[in-house]
């Protein structure tokens, strides 16, 4: 199991930009992992996701804007989030599990506790 521990979230002004950091509990080379958020009254959906060859996935309405990267050596992921809007406010979840594909379905073993995003026009 790893613990999983995001930071970097706020508030911004739409067009503006953001990065979360996820901070693991031990070393995730051989883990895929990846970013998920749940806005008020909505249901939980992938945003972004990067496996162990650092091949990454986006969701289509975040492609363009956000960018996933990982630091191996520090154990941490990251999500660069630019060109803000409003749309992007959610609460956003770092996942981590050894199975992509289970990840991407949301069923990933492990996940930190979030960190909210508010985008204000």
């Known amino acids: 199991q790893v613990q999983l521990v995001e930071s970097g979230g706020g508030s911004v002004q739409a067009g503006g930009a953001l990065r979360l950091s996820c901070r693991a509990s031990r070393w995730t080379a051989d883990y895929a992992m990846g970013w998920f958020r749940q806005a008020l009254g909505k249901e939980r959906e992938g945003v972004a996701l990067?496996?162990?060859?650092?091949?990454?996935t986006y969701a289509d309405s975040v492609k363009g804007r956000f960018t996933i990267s990982k630091d191996n050596a520090k154990n941490t992921l990251y999500l660069q989030m630019n060109n803000l809007k409003p749309e992007d406010t959610a609460m956003y979840y770092c996942?981590?599990?050894?199975?992509?594909?289970?990840?991407?379905?949301?069923?990933?073993?492990?996940w930190g506790q979030g960190t909210q995003v508010t985008v204000s026009s």
């Open positions: 990067i496996d162990i060859m650092n091949v990454a």
């Open positions: 996942t981590a599990d050894p199975s992509a594909p289970r990840l991407w379905r949301g069923d990933a073993r492990d």
